[in-house]
């Protein structure tokens, strides 16, 4: 899990504001996670979030000092950009990449929880299932939804998986589900607190793709 | 066809070279094209198309009068990148790039012909299936085609298509079809010409993804 483990996601704060900077430098080591599914299928996915984070930085970077948190970003949009938010900016790419970023999660978690199917426990096509149905399904229109069942068949077996998670280095699987579940504990913490924000500020949208 | 029409292929010279200029001129304006298709679903297949113009584009800047057409950058690649090559640079964006044209020129002269399916005729997946068979399916996984069938449903109404080719203008379908015939002489003869380049100087790679 080296992949994951050697940038964990910062501690939530006791105000559970999300800190930018940090989120950003976090996320920015999830992208390669699409590589680890191992077909050029999943590039424009990865690319669609790559756009998502390279968004958000752009916002940040503009003033650093006022973006401290992301809600600070939601604010400021939500104030600038009036009728149009939240469907615009920074605001619509965060929308979208805490998706992706659920998808993990629930993915990451499954594997932990050990969930699979007995007849074929070596693939992870039930967990992906499973983290796309919770994630984003709902946000896809049918055609993408029967885009996502045939991705679904590319995905790569369990060991090779979390091998490749590994960094491709040995390691045992035991170890390495100890590593993710680590990991998962500050990214779960994030994550719901963003997603707790958009529903706050009335920042969600549930249009379809 | 307005779309099209205003940029059209420049006559292929008596020598069939492809000059780069022209050429990168000219295909700049077909990423729209996938727009004309009218899903989001297209952005990823768009995107690799401009991912190809964009690569072959900066080669030809770096040295755009030794570049002068599309052949000499090929020569040239070919001596500087040893057994690497044809499977790097612009060589291989203009090994898929091309196909990407083919798949554009026999949609179109699939649809100028008049072939339709007698049961759907306001469809065009039978002409987009052709068009996919003759130009990529060979070059596409069992994955990735699989992809393709589900995409194609994707596809818009003819009238719609024509409409949007046209910059939603309203014209004649028969109007419309006169301007697609113009458009693909000199696009197909210029296609023509590179396919024969990649044949000539076995620069053609037959790899699935
Ligand atoms: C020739 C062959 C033909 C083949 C046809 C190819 C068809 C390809 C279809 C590709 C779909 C790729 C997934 C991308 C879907 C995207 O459409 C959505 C919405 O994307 C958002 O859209 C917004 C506007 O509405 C903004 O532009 C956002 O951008 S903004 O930054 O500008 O604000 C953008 O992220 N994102 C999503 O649904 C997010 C997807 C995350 C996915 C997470 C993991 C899934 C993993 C699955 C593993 C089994
Ligand atoms: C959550 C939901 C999950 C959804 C899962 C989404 C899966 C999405 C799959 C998307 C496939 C998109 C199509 C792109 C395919 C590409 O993989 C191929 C090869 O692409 C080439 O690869 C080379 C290396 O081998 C270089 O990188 C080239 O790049 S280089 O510039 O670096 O040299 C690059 O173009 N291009 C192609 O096959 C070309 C495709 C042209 C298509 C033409 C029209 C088809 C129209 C169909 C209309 C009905």
């Known amino acids: 899990m080296a992949l994951l483990m050697e940038h964990q996601f910062k501690q939530l704060p006791a105000d559970k504001q999300v800190e930018t900077r940090s989120f950003l430098e976090s996320v920015s080591y999830l992208p390669p996670f699409f590589d680890c ?41 939500k104030e600038l950009h009036g009728a149009d938010w939240p469907k615009v900016g920074a605001t619509l790419a965060l929308m979208w990449l805490k998706r992706g970023l659920r998808f993990i999660q629930v993915l990451l978690q499954s594997l932990v929880d050990g969930e699979k199917d007995e007849n074929n426990p070596n693939l992870i096509r039930v967990n992906c299932t499973k983290a796309y149905e919770l994630a984003l399904k709902k946000y896809h229109g049918w055609l993408v939804q029967k885009l996502f069942k045939a991705a679904v068949f590319a995905a790569p077996y369990k060991a090779d998986f ?29 994550n719901d607190a963003i997603y707790e924000m958009y529903t706050k500020m009335n920042a969600e949208l549930d249009y379809t793709v």
């Open 162 to 190: 979390l091998k490749a998670l590994s960094k491709g280095r040995k390691v045992k699987e035991e170890d390495c589900l100890d590593k993710i579940r680590q990991f998962l504990v500050n990214f779960t913490a994030a």
């Open 37 to 77: 599914l191992g077909s050029t299928v999943f590039a424009p996915i990865k690319a669609d979030i790559v756009g998502n984070i390279t968004t958000i930085k752009a916002v940040f970077d503009s003033n650093p000092s006022r973006f401290k948190t992301l809600q600070k970003i939601l604010e400021a949009e």
